[in-house]
């Protein structure tokens, strides 16, 4: 008979979001007049910016005529789409980034689990505690970890909590980890890093040959000057960072699918006969082993991000999911919830009322206002006692959502 791969026994019953959809679908089959608000998964609602359905629609008429048709297409992206991320998302940012370095994928979420491939099991794996799952269940199903403990802890991973109390930025370990995960602005909690929080990070790094997997899926919705958009924006991170982007949420691309991860041909890491062995070249290796490229006419849907009507309408889309989330904080502020969150970020996070739990919380939630959310604990243990809420979704039903919640709660 053909064996498993027995990691995936390790995980955890049900993937978070998942479990979330199976609650729901219960309660609506009990209630089927019910009327949910979906304020869960970070999914975008708002349709695709007007720009990328013009270059998407052309894209089509490029494939009904012989003289422009595309068939296979580079697997590491068209150079006019990379040329345009590398000169607008990083160069204009003063950072020093090629458009070779940068590899154009079907998502960061795909990404931040299929860089997996190319590391060796060894690793000691650094991730703060709440944490987007994937990062953790890729290790898991890749071999990286051994069981869990009481709490959910996986053995073999390095937690670094992260709460209220310490504003919900990890401290600098001070042990020596291998592979750091850092999401900012963060998913779950919304909170942001300053450069010289980064600077701490990389100097980390650099000093115990580490490499950070820097998450900035959500980098668009940063209105702080202040705030670095990329980690490449310290210096040194080309050194000891590799950093994933997407197309998802600033420009409604979740169910479209285009990103990008950016390898540096100068971030190298250590074979076992202690040579040191540049990752680009096996990040591209992968790729073109096991990748075969974006979609052209997603790819000019992306292109069309980088143009003037482009950026317009998609500081608008981005504009707008912000105001939701300030309608979702000023309105949970109002009832007296501990609010975190919502501000550089589309996410809020808060404290569960009346000492329930995240998945108590849920239920309640879910029952009495017929909104959905998600549990705190979902995202790891430190995540106990909290709740996220997306403000991805219409104006009606975020200012309906909170109307409901706000007459049901007073913390």
């Given amino acids: 008979m053909a064996t498993i791969n027995d990691n995936y026994l390790k995980l955890k019953a049900g993937y978070l979001f998942p479990e979330i959809a199976r609650r729901v679908n219960t309660f609506v089959e009990g209630n089927p007049e019910a009327k949910i608000i979906k304020l869960g998964i970070g999914d975008v609602t708002e349709p695709l910016p007007e720009a990328c359905r013009t270059a998407m629609i052309k894209a089509v008429e490029d494939m009904g005529d012989r003289s422009t048709f595309k068939g296979y297409g580079p697997e590491q992206g068209y150079g006019w789409l990379r040329e345009k991320i590398a000169a607008q998302d990083f160069q204009a940012r003063g950072c020093d980034i090629d458009a070779s370095e940068i590899f ?20 000691k794996i650094a991730v703060t505690d709440p944490v987007y799952p994937v990062y953790v269940d ?20 390095v937690y670094l909590p992260i709460s209220a109390e310490n504003n919900f930025i990890a401290d600098i370990p001070t042990e020596k980890v291998d592979l750091i995960y850092l999401c900012f602005p963060n998913n779950p909690t919304g909170a942001t890093a300053t450069k010289a929080y980064l600077k701490a990070w990389v100097d980390y ?80 290796r992968r790729q073109s082993t096991k990748f075969n490229g974006v979609s052209y006419i997603v790819q000019r849907g992306a292109e069309a991000v980088y143009s003037e009507a ?25 009832a007296g919830f501990e609010v975190y969150g919502g501000v550089n970020a589309p996410y809020i996070w808060l404290k569960t009322p009346h000492d329930l739990s995240s998945w108590d919380f849920f239920d309640k939630l879910l ?33 309906e959502a909170m109307k409901r919640i706000t007459e049901q709660f007073k913390v």
């Fill in 104 to 123: 154009v994928s079907d998502g960061a979420k795909c990404d931040t689990g299929n860089i997996l491939d190319i590391f060796g099991k060894n690793n």
């Fill in 138 to 157: 890729t290790n898991v199903m890749a071999g990286h970890t051994g069981e869990t403990n009481d709490k959910g802890e996986y053995d073999g991973l």
């Fill in 205 to 284: 790094a650099k000093a115990n040959d580490s490499i950070i997997f820097f998450d900035a899926a959500y980098e668009a919705f940063i209105t702080d000057d202040s705030l670095p958009h990329s980690i490449y924006e310290i210096e040194g991170a080309k050194d000891c960072a590799l950093e994933f982007r997407s197309f998802s949420k600033n420009a409604g691309f979740t169910g479209t699918r285009c990103a990008f991860t950016v390898v540096p041909k100068q971030l190298t890491a250590k074979a076992s006969d202690g040579s040191e062995v540049e990752l680009w070249k096996l990040w591209n």
């Fill in 310 to 334: 482009g950026k317009a309408q998609i500081k608008a889309l981005v504009d707008f999911y912000l105001e939701n989330a300030k309608i979702i904080c000023d309105k949970l502020k109002s």
């Fill in 367 to 399: 029952q009495t206002t017929n909104v959905v959310g998600t549990p705190g604990s979902g995202f790891g243990a430190a995540g106990e006692g909290y709740f996220r809420i997306s403000a991805f979704n219409s104006r009606n039903n975020v200012e």
